[in-house]
């Protein structure tokens, strides 16, 4: 059996609104998200899971308020002595801009993507603005896709989960680690999503849903089916990743 380690590399940070993360919690609140690209270091394949921003902001204030520091795409791989075109696969939660920017410079790599984020990403709809098919296009017209339309493994130890709920075609990627299953979120969150403060727990919640979603409840019910599918959950955008070399 594989198992693998996994690396988060921070390829870029936003600035907004708490309540983006937390739906119907944490409105007026600032904060500060990473973006990650994490690699998947196991096996004999050099596995990424989304490439991240093409120019992050590289800045103190943006360091300091993620705990961590922010890398090129370049710098971020170059820490494990890669270079784009070294990466075997590539692997999407989904296709929002700030997860496949880079994904031209993998020019060997087979790019894994929902059908649905590939239907949305040609077609948005005018409330999503966060779909950009120029990312894709160079790698489309490659021939690098490999379209999901089930759950399925991808190579021995990691697997993919159709899980609707920051976008139609989120995948959580299942990861086997020595501790037990790790699931990177196919839907932006962070830990409070998963662990809510007792206010929100009074009302008998036990997670809160993406503050941006496509159905509210089908959300909810799909972060608890995560939850009981891992061992380690990886929210896709939770800050303290940000400090840590290596999970688990």
């Not at 920017?101 to 409330?127: F, M, Q, S, T």
């Not at 697997?159 to 976008?167: G, I, L, S």
């Not at 139609?168 to 020595?178: A, I």
Request: some cysteine.
């Amino acid at each position: 059996m594989s198992t693998f380690t996994i690396h988060p590399i921070v390829m870029g940070t936003k600035r907004f609104d708490k309540g983006m993360m937390t739906y119907q919690q944490g409105y007026g609140q600032p904060y500060v998200i990473p973006i990650y690209s994490w690699f998947l270091e196991g096996g004999n394949k050099r596995i990424l899971v989304d490439t991240g921003e093409l120019r992050p902001l590289q800045s103190p204030d943006r360091e300091q308020a993620i705990g961590g520091k922010i890398y090129t795409f370049e710098e971020g791989l170059a820490r494990f002595g890669l270079a784009p075109e070294d990466i075997d696969i590539v692997i999407h939660t989904h296709l929002h801009a700030d997860h496949c920017e880079n994904d031209y410079k993998c020019v060997n790599a087979e790019i894994h993507v929902h059908e649905k984020e590939l239907e949305r990403i040609h077609d948005p709809h005018p409330l999503d603005f966060r779909y950009l098919e120029d990312h894709i296009l160079d790698v489309e017209e490659n021939g690098q896709l490999r379209i999901v339309r089930q759950d399925m493994q991808i190579v021995p130890g990691v697997r993919v989960v159709h899980t609707p709920a920051h976008t139609e075609g989120g995948l959580t990627v299942l990861v086997d680690t020595t501790q037990g299953t790790a699931a990177i979120t196919g839907f932006c969150v962070i830990q409070e999503n998963f662990e809510p403060p007792q206010e929100v727990r009074a009302m008998e919640m036990e997670v809160i849903p993406p503050g941006t979603c496509t159905n509210p409840t089908q959300a909810y019910d799909t972060m608890l089916k995560v939850r009981e599918m891992a061992d380690i959950i990886i929210p896709l955008h939770e800050p303290r990743f940000a400090a840590l070399d290596s999970i688990p």
